[in-house]
């Protein structure tokens, strides 16, 4: 179709697809987020949604396919399509159309990608979902990982003759749902053939300009102040990890303010194959939590905890003064059995309150959210008084 003959809408859906060719564009048109030409025809595959056309009275040839979803329930089909591995952009209408003059001004708000999903529909509440980043240069190796909806940050670095195999264990232990990786990082076939073959892993080189060394520094140092003793190559995957997320999410991220720089020394280091055969997480033949080591051990009562035991057992200590540490407070916790119920019963009612607060930071939380907000800050008090 002639580019004189399509309408002003039109025009408009054009300029934004274009500026986002490898997403799948939710249109807002009223109530309802519509798609058209290709992205059409895929979404109405794999979402089982009927294909139209609004031209029906034209040749078939020259009809434009197209098809929607309520906005009231988008998010379900939102999560589909990010659980396939499909980037989702969001075109919302930047003004009410009752008042608009002529066509109504649009804009897209947000990225959705694998790795950048918050809302609780799309995610495991005991379980991480981490967005990682790889920057290699002359066999030095950055390595980053950010959970938005947590906001938990995390890097390291690794040199030398076995950086790769160092990567590739970490990337196990994380597993990350997406990965940006720098040239030299996606030239890596047994990194990005484990990011693809063995981890379902949505990958994509990001290309040099995202790691730019200033530029990555100064972005680092200014989302996380605090940062420091980083090597320059792990600067370059925190930078270039806050550029991907700077332009997807478009929107404040002053909660994820603290990043975490560890030493894999301190923990012990397993391949990909040794955690499955050993079943920490999940059995070796269903792939399921039951019957695995975090089955038997996972009594804990909120989401945020069984986050956390799950990373606890993926990283186990070797220090023997931390693992002390640990142990004094599973000690404890066994001698007061009175403060040790009571302490079940409080926690019972804690909800998620990392990822509310999440939500509640990127303008998504609803009123279910809020009141569970509220419910669980309530019993802050209780909690500090028992420990």
Not at 46 to 54: M, Q, V
Not at 143 to 159: I, K, R, W
Not at 294 to 315: F, H, N, P, Y
Request: hydrophobic share 35%; charged share 25%; proline share 3%.
């Amino acid at each position: 179709m002639a580019k004189e003959e399509l309408t002003p809408m039109q025009r408009q859906y054009q300029e934004m697809k274009a500026r986002n060719k490898d997403c799948i564009l939710f249109f807002r048109l009223g109530d309802f987020y519509e798609m058209f030409n290709e992205d059409a025809k895929l979404a109405a595959r794999e979402l089982d949604l009927t294909l139209t056309s609004r031209d029906r009275s034209k040749p078939k040839e020259e009809q434009t396919p197209m098809c929607g979803v309520p906005y009231h329930s988008v998010d379900a089909y939102i999560a589909r399509l990010v659980q396939k591995g499909y980037k989702v952009a969001i075109c919302e209408q930047m003004e009410d159309p009752a008042l608009a003059r002529g066509l109504v001004e649009r804009d897209i708000t947000r990225i959705i990608t694998p790795g950048t999903v918050t809302e609780s529909c799309m995610l495991e509440e005991s379980r991480n979902n981490y967005m990682g980043c790889i920057y290699g240069q002359s066999g030095q190796y950055g390595l980053a990982f950010c959970d938005l909806s947590t906001g938990e940050a995390q890097a390291t670095s690794f040199t030398g003759a076995g950086a790769v195999e160092h990567i590739c264990n970490e990337l196990g232990r994380f597993a990350p749902r997406e990965a940006l990786l720098s040239p030299e990082a996606a030239q890596e076939k047994r990194i990005t053939s484990l990011l693809t073959d063995r981890l379902n892993c949505y990958w994509q080189d990001g290309g040099e300009t995202r790691f730019l060394p200033q530029e990555a520094a100064e972005l680092t140092r200014k989302q996380f102040p605090q940062a420091a003793d980083l090597s320059v190559v792990a600067y370059r995957a925190v930078g270039g990890v806050l550029n991907y997320l700077y332009e997807t999410q478009r929107t404040d991220l002053s909660y994820l303010s603290s990043l975490r720089h560890y030493e894999s020394d301190r923990f012990m280091e397993l391949d990909l194959t040794a955690r499955r055969n050993l079943e920490l997480t999940e059995t070796l033949r269903g792939g399921e939590k039951k019957g695995s080591l975090l089955w038997v051990l996972d009594k804990t009562k909120t989401a945020m905890g069984s986050r956390m035991i799950r990373s606890w057992i993926e990283q186990p200590l070797i220090s023997p003064a931390a693992i002390r540490r640990r142990l004094d407070g599973v000690q404890a916790l066994v001698q007061h059995t009175m403060e040790r119920e009571e302490l079940i019963l409080a926690l019972r009612e804690v909800t998620d309150l990392e990822r509310i607060i999440g939500r509640v930071v990127y303008g998504s939380a609803n009123a279910r959210d809020l009141a569970s907000l509220a419910t669980g800050l309530g019993k802050i008090p209780k909690l500090r008084e028992l420990c």
